[in-house]
């Protein structure tokens, strides 16, 4: 019997990484592992969550007849049961949750690592099935492992990250992650339930044709934003356009498309929230932290993403990603008093 061996599953591909390491300890495999199988059990619930609203008119219960939590809660759930019952997280912070969460048992205490996550980004697309996701962004803890880990340790700045990545639910299903080794995309093959090695050594081009942004906010932005997203508009086949638009209100999906096709999303800050929308610490750092590996750029603006040091868990930042070329025209625009 000949063994298909091209197809490398997450976890067939977490162990080799660890063998071209062998001084790791595998607590980092371990965990992106776990990750991997929360994202596999979030997978089922977005997929059939169209089903439960067309039978959800029999009051708040799925076809299983159990009761049914909203999903960005059972993704949370589901995140943080992994991570606390893994070998690898000594505690989390997450977008559904006020506070970090200590996982404080002698397992967990004596594990090196933290997780940031937004368990499920842009959940409010899932009744009109637009694809959505789960960023996570992973630390090496500064407080002293064989004690409970704190609040410090998930307020460091996102070039402290030893890894970063997202599922998004789509079309298909992806996990896409990074180390400082490159960035790795993973398709979820529903016929073995794993995912597969599906974009190896992911790279984001340097110039791209796609930028996203949302122009009902066209007006709220400083200037030299609008003059940038003006001069997209303006592009074409003599200054490296046409440029198309592109912006489906889903973070992940505008963030993936644009790394894997090239382009720029914005997420500038507006008059009435300067910092913008989208949250530093599990929005804009790992995508940041993916982006540069891959080739690109990400800014607030201002300052790279991977330098702000945070001093709020929830704190939210403009966010300007993408194609290196383009940021770098971008920060031209920027720099115009
Ligand atoms: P707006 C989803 O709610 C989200 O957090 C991101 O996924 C998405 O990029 C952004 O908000 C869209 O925000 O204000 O353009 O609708």
Redesign the pocket.
């Known amino acids: 019997m000949i063994v298909n061996r091209n197809i490398l599953t997450l976890d067939e591909f977490t162990l080799q990484q660890l063998r071209a390491f062998p001084t790791a300890t595998g607590e980092l495999s371990s965990l992106l592992r776990d990750i991997g199988l929360a994202a596999k059990r979030v997978n089922v619930e977005v997929n059939k969550a169209g089903l439960v609203d067309i039978l959800g008119d029999a009051g708040a219960v799925n076809v299983q007849g159990e009761d049914v939590k909203k999903l960005d809660i059972y993704a949370n759930n589901q995140f943080m049961g992994v991570l606390k019952h893994g070998i690898s997280c000594a505690g989390i912070g997450s977008e559904e949750l006020d506070e970090v969460v200590v996982f404080d048992d002698e397992v967990s205490n004596n594990s090196k690592y933290v997780v940031l996550f937004d368990p499920l980004?842009?959940s409010?697309?899932i009744d009109v099935n637009v694809s959505i996701g789960t960023i996570f962004g992973v630390y090496r803890r500064v407080s002293e492992v064989g004690k409970p880990c704190i609040a410090a340790d998930f307020l460091q700045a996102g070039n402290r990250q030893v890894a970063a990545g997202y599922i998004v639910y789509g079309s298909s299903t992806m996990l896409v992650y990074a180390t400082k080794r490159g960035v790795n995309g993973f398709t979820l093959d529903p016929s073995i339930g794993e995912f597969s090695l599906s974009h190896p050594n992911i790279k984001c081009p340097p110039s791209g044709k796609i930028y996203s942004v949302?122009h009902?906010?066209f007006f709220q932005y400083e200037k030299n934003v609008q003059q940038y997203i003006n001069a997209c508009q303006k592009k074409d086949k003599t200054n490296g356009g046409p440029y198309t638009q592109r912006?489906i209100?889903?973070?992940?999906a505008?963030v993936h498309r644009n790394l894997l096709k090239g382009g720029i999303f914005m997420?500038p800050g507006t008059i009435g929230k300067p910092n913008g929308?989208?949250r530093l610490q599990y929005?804009c750092n790992p995508f940041a932290f993916i982006t540069e590996i891959a080739g690109g750029k990400a800014t607030d603006g201002k300052q790279r993403i991977l330098d702000i040091v945070p001093t709020q868990l929830h704190q939210r930042s403009p966010l300007f990603i993408g194609s290196i070329n383009m940021m770098n025209e971008l920060e031209e625009y920027l720099k115009q008093a």
Do not use: A
């Not at 209100?249 to 992940?252: A, D, L, N």
């Open positions: 980004d842009g409010g697309n949302n009902g906010n912006y209100g889903s973070m992940v505008d997420y929308k989208l929005e």
